[in-house]
């Protein structure tokens, strides 16, 4: 199976006030297509930092990182900005809806910004029933749980068809129902839109859920279990 996203030797410094910190050391990862990863770690092990050079917001200070075999580390930004609008797909820990649309229409207006006119409200309405909310589609977002608007929040991100979701801490302001359900539904995702998810948590009870697992610790990769 094609690797999707591999790091060879990814290293990350940051200049601090007191000179400069290594956040990530020495990082190799593969994660095949199609899988459903989980990045393990404890508050400050370097998961963001991680994450955010795979998704091409940041820069490794040394290494490489190639996305379906292209070095994305050597692409221009509008090349980036391109992969990151098209290919990727992001959620937050902070849910942010737009308020005063509903569901769909929230759903809907990411399609609109991502210039996809054809077939819209059929593809809507599939990312919405396949995140559970087929009953919930003209809700407004205040009329929704926590759990139900990370949900609106999944079906915008995947909507587009991004080959790699990426989903930071998704489940830190939910309980542990709602986190457990969050995460089987990505279990369904991933087979039946063919996305590959690299989801970051802390949440130990969380670990044996995905494909595959890689725990960070204090900025060292300290498995890649399959
Ligand atoms: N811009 C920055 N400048 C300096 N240090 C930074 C910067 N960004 C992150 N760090 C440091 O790098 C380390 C890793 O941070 P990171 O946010 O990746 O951790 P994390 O595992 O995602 O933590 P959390 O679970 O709390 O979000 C932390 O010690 C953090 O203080």
């Known amino acids: ?29 593969s994660i095949p297509e199609g899988a459903f990863a989980i990045l393990k770690g404890r508050s400050g ?7 955010n050079i795979i ?3 940041d820069y490794p200070t040394s290494g490489k990182v190639r996305i379906a075999g292209n070095d ?12 990151r609008r098209n290919m990727f797909g992001f959620v937050f820990q902070a849910v942010s809806l737009i308020p005063t649309m509903n569901a769909f229409e ?5 399609l609109r910004m991502a210039g996809i006119s054809e077939n819209r409200k059929e593809r809507v309405e599939e990312c919405l029933r396949r995140v559970g909310l087929a009953g ?20 915008r991100a995947i909507a587009h068809h991004p080959r790699i979701l990426f989903a930071d801490e998704p489940t830190a302001e939910l309980d542990s129902v709602m986190a457990a359900e969050i995460v089987q539904m990505f279990q369904e995702i991933t087979k039946k839109e063919r996305v ?22 204090n900025g060292e990769q300290i498995c890649q279990k399959q």
């Open 55 to 57: 998704g091409a917001l």
């Open 72 to 83: 994305i580390t050597e692409m221009s930004e509008t090349d980036r900005e391109n992969m």
């Open 106 to 110: 929230n759903v809907e207006f990411s």
């Open 136 to 155: 919930r589609m003209r809700h407004m977002p205040a009329e929704m749980s926590g759990g139900e608007q990370q949900r609106v929040a999944i079906a």
């Open 196 to 217: 590959t998810i690299l989801m970051t948590t802390h949440d130990t009870g969380l670990m044996d859920a995905g494909d595959m697992l890689i725990e960070l610790q």
């Open 1 to 29: 199976m094609e690797r999707i996203i591999e790091t060879e030797h990814v290293n990350r410094v940051f200049a601090v006030s007191s000179g400069e910190f290594c956040a990530l050391k020495d990082i190799n990862v």
């Open 45 to 51: 092990s370097g998961k963001t930092t991680l994450m």
